[in-house]
């Protein structure tokens, strides 16, 4: 093990919940929100209703479109939904894995505790998508082409009206069948990439950066078909959506009673490779997302336990 210095950044924050539920709501909001457009982008290329960007050649010519027909703010809808969610999210998924991590390692670092780590992204999964999942219900319907919604306040409220509190948890099965494999790579990419850039496991800023880049993207890429049978679901209008909008109306007239349901359409309508769509623009998103949140998380960490380290 390192000095004084190294002992205290690695000992301190694992005992110190406050620190972690600090540095994991920052986090969270930075990993959310910088990259948003393309997660706007990737939700209308993944969605089956009627959209010019299904058509562009590349996640960047789709972001243009989206501004060139509908403004500079529009691929920015939505954004607040997902900073009110990601915050307590992020800061529940940050304090689990740590707390779990710490449990099942003894409080250890090295390659022999891979599943330890898959198994802490896990728990942390099911509780950070407990939390987010009503506000990806409503950044996504926000995000979307001809949507209907003039704030995100406005889409929870009429979800809410047309299709009752299930419609905010009716992908909660597909969210945790994409994201646990996704956390799991994940936190095992970055603790494997950690171990390789920075053995010492002291606050290297290069390392937390491009660690979680390399992390996030591998397991974007790898739990992409998931995320599209999500977004299918996630995007489905009710019923009784306004039919004086024809394109809204026509997409309300198919429902997805599951996973199943939503596999099969997607294959009836685009095939395998509609499993695929949005990968560029979600590993685009995902790279620089996870890179910006483990560097915030560990900076703020690091930060939060020195100054409690020299408080107490």
């Known amino acids: ?80 939904a997902v900073a009110a969610g990601s915050m307590p999210a992020h800061a529940l998924y940050f304090t689990v894995y740590e707390k779990m991590k710490a449990f099942l390692t003894g409080n250890t670092a090295g390659h022999e505790h891979t599943l330890a780590y898959g198994a802490s992204g896990v728990v942390a999964t099911l509780i950070h998508d407990a939390v987010m999942n009503p506000a990806e219900v409503v950044k996504q319907r926000m995000q979307m082409a001809y949507s209907p919604y003039g704030s995100s306040l406005e889409c929870a409220r009429c979800v809410y009206n047309r299709e009752g509190i299930a419609a905010f948890y009716r992908s909660y099965t597909t969210q945790l069948a994409m994201n646990i494999p996704f956390q799991s790579i994940h936190f095992m990419g970055y603790e494997f990439w950690q171990h390789v850039l920075n053995p010492e496991h002291k606050y290297d800023p290069k390392s937390h950066l491009i660690a979680g880049g390399l992390a996030g993207g591998l397991a974007a890429a790898l739990t992409t078909p998931m995320d599209c049978v999500k977004t299918v679901l996630n995007t489905q209008q009710a019923a009784e959506a306004d039919p004086s909008n024809r394109r809204i109306f026509l997409q309300a007239r198919y429902r997805y009673r599951g996973i199943s349901d939503a596999v099969r359409t997607i294959y009836s309508q685009r095939g395998i490779a509609g499993f695929s769509c949005g990968l560029q623009a979600r590993v685009i998103f995902q790279v620089p997302a996870t890179a910006l949140s483990w560097s915030v998380y560990e900076l703020f960490k690091f930060m939060l336990s020195f100054e409690g380290g020299h408080s107490s």
Not at 55 to 63: D, G, I, R
């Open 1 to 80: 093990m390192g000095g004084g210095g190294e002992d205290e950044y690695e000992s301190l924050p694992t005992h110190s919940i406050p620190v972690h539920l600090a540095a994991g709501a920052l986090a969270g909001a930075v990993e959310h929100c910088v990259m948003f457009p393309f997660d706007s982008v990737k939700t209308r290329m993944q969605s089956l209703c009627p959209c010019p960007e299904t058509k562009c050649p590349t996640p960047v010519h789709s972001l243009m479109s989206i501004v060139k027909r509908e403004g500079w703010l529009r691929p920015l809808r939505g954004v607040n």
